[in-house]
């Protein structure tokens, strides 16, 4: 997985925002808010992973069991993905 390159992610104010840019941002009008966890793993898309990748990744940074994060990871490129944010690569 990876995400649009027509996206940027911004810290303004304590807040990540991903900002859509080129022409993404003709049909995503607006910025999407996503939480510090969320941050993290756009960090990893943005060079291409799996989904277990991302689950080891929260692992590593967070004091969660398995399955909480493959449920977080798993709604998380949900919303990526309803956007169309997030690419399937083969």
């Known amino acids: 997985m990876k995400i649009n390159g027509e ?3 911004r810290e303004i ?3 990540y925002l991903l900002i859509p840019v080129g022409e993404v941002a003709l049909d995503v009008h607006g910025m999407i ?3 510090e966890s969320g941050r993290l793993l756009w ?3 943005k060079s291409g992973c799996t989904f277990a990748q991302l689950v080891e990744t929260i ?3 967070y004091d ?3 399955e909480t994060a ?3 990871v798993r709604e998380f490129l949900e919303k990526l993905r309803k956007i169309g944010i997030l690419t399937e690569e083969d």
Do not use: H, K
Request: glycine share 10%; hydrophobic share 40%.
């Open 33 to 35: 808010s996503v939480t």
């Open 70 to 72: 493959e449920t977080d």
């Open 13 to 15: 104010a304590g807040e």
């Open 43 to 45: 960090d990893e898309l």
């Open 59 to 61: 692992l590593g940074e």
């Open 64 to 66: 969660v069991n398995q």
């Open 7 to 9: 996206f940027v992610v």
